[in-house]
């Protein structure tokens, strides 16, 4: 089979696409077949050596957590799963090794869940890893609920755009920020857009007045310094990108799988209350271009890589 693997810690022009053997099986695994991989900034953290000190890498190391697929063997001892059916799955191990760039894997059943019908090969590759982040960010670090006035900075990201339908949908009022570019996009979320620079302040100040209930940072770039101006003194805060040491009080979140919400968060987008938007899709052959574009920033929602061709 085909997969894309690096030999050594770098950037995109580590990759290269090669002919690897099929995985093998074992009684407690499921083999699935991959249409669709999820790109995910993780991926270029774990792939440039950031991770060394806290996870093995076995080169040489195929990248990539987020997959959609068809289950082609199941296990003996696994259940939930027959072959033929659509999943959607975050397959990430202990060290290093094996990963969704590439045509199949093998997987444990709990890695997996049942894909949206709603959602095609594509979006759904792009919701695992942004969708659980955005959904423990939204609903289990800071409580959002109805009535909330809620910050997102960095609105129009992969995760970003995903936080917003989450608070959306949870009856919040939502107020993102975003590029010149992105203001229509993030309005056609549900959000009140607002464009970085000197004015954000004096714009999310004239939409609530009495400052905002709740704030997730998925941008970075200082955007925790402006959240002190513009939150309520009892504000909840959250981060992606590790910036609490200057700003007591913020939650620094962690995706974690044994957290929950992977089932709930597949049931909101079936309903029709979250979606994937997926800005570019490239081969499997172009992963390290989707690398680059990745690295750049710049892209509203998802980057996906198409394994096999949509029908």
Not at 25 to 47: C, S, T, W, Y
Not at 191 to 215: I, S, W
Not at 250 to 269: K, Q, S, Y
Request: negative net charge; proline residues 5%.
């Amino acid at each position: 089979m085909k997969a894309v693997q690096y030999r050594s810690f770098g950037g995109p022009e580590v990759l290269e696409i090669t002919d690897v053997p099929d995985p093998k099986k074992f009684h407690d695994l499921v083999l699935v077949r991959i249409e669709a991989a999820g790109l995910n900034p993780a991926d270029l953290g774990f792939q440039s050596g950031l991770a060394d000190a806290l996870v093995d890498s076995h080169f040489p190391v195929t990248p990539g957590w987020d997959l959609a697929g068809v289950v082609e063997w199941s296990g003996a001892t696994t259940t939930g799963f027959v072959p033929g059916d659509e999943v959607i799955g975050f397959v990430r191990n202990k060290a290093q090794h094996y990963g969704t760039y590439a045509e199949k894997i093998t997987a444990e059943p709990r890695q997996l869940l049942r894909k949206p019908a709603n959602l095609t090969w594509a979006q759904a590759a792009g919701l695992p890893v942004a969708g659980l982040t955005a959904y423990q960010a939204i609903v289990q670090a800071l409580k959002v609920t109805a009535g909330d006035v809620v910050l997102v900075h960095g609105a129009a990201g992969g995760v970003g755009h995903l936080a917003v339908q989450i608070a959306v949908a949870r009856g919040a009022q939502v107020i993102g920020t975003g590029s010149e570019a992105s203001q229509t996009f993030i309005e056609s979320l549900g959000a009140t857009a607002v464009r970085y620079g000197a004015e954000l302040t004096e714009q999310v100040r004239e939409l609530a007045p009495d400052g905002v209930d709740a704030v997730l940072d998925a941008a970075g770039r200082g955007s925790l310094a402006t959240t002190r101006e513009v939150a309520r003194a009892d504000a909840r805060v959250a981060t992606l990108t590790g910036a609490v040491a200057d700003h007591p009080g913020t939650i620094d979140v962690g995706m974690n799988p044994e957290r929950g919400g992977f089932a709930e968060l597949v049931e909101l987008v079936e309903q029709g209350a979250v979606t994937v938007h997926v800005d570019h899709v490239f081969p499997l052959d172009e992963a390290a271009h989707a690398q680059q574009l990745l690295a750049g920033g710049h892209a509203r929602g998802k980057i996906v890589l198409q394994i096999r061709e949509e029908v």
